[in-house]
Nanobody, 126 residues
């Protein structure tokens, strides 16, 4: 069983930065695909970024490439999402997700993940 605990959301002006954290409790860090998803009001949940704990391979959706960075700290069993150059369209609830396997072609599909965090609100004002 894996419990994901998120933190770090908040409000920021356009162009600002935020860092989200997701601690995975109850499972060692390797052999997990860890991802961040987001859901804006009235929109479907979309994959933002993912990292495979085994080799730190990263995956990003096109809209955040060059602005967001996903990273991990194995000692703390924590994944981070550094969000820079934030835009109003980045406003959403951000969710951490985990699947106990190597990341694959499904990496941005929410149906592929078994474990989810509670979500944290990110609001970017113009």
């Amino acid at each position: 069983q894996v419990t994901l605990v998120e933190s770090g959301g908040g409000s920021v002006q356009a162009g600002g930065s935020l860092r989200l954290s997701c601690e995975a409790q109850g499972h060692t860090f390797v052999r997990k695909c860890m991802a961040w998803f987001r859901q804006a009001p009235g929109k479907a949940r979309e994959g933002v970024a993912a990292v495979y704990a085994g080799d730190s391979a990263t995956y990003y959706t096109d809209s955040v490439k060059g602005r967001f960075t996903i990273s991990q700290d194995n000692a703390k069993n924590t994944v981070y999402l550094q969000m820079d150059s934030l835009k109003p369209e980045d406003t959403a609830i951000y969710y951490c997700a985990a699947q106990l396997s190597r990341c694959g072609d499904w990496v941005h599909s929410d149906k592929a993940y078994t474990y989810w965090g509670q979500g944290t609100q990110v609001t970017v004002s113009s």
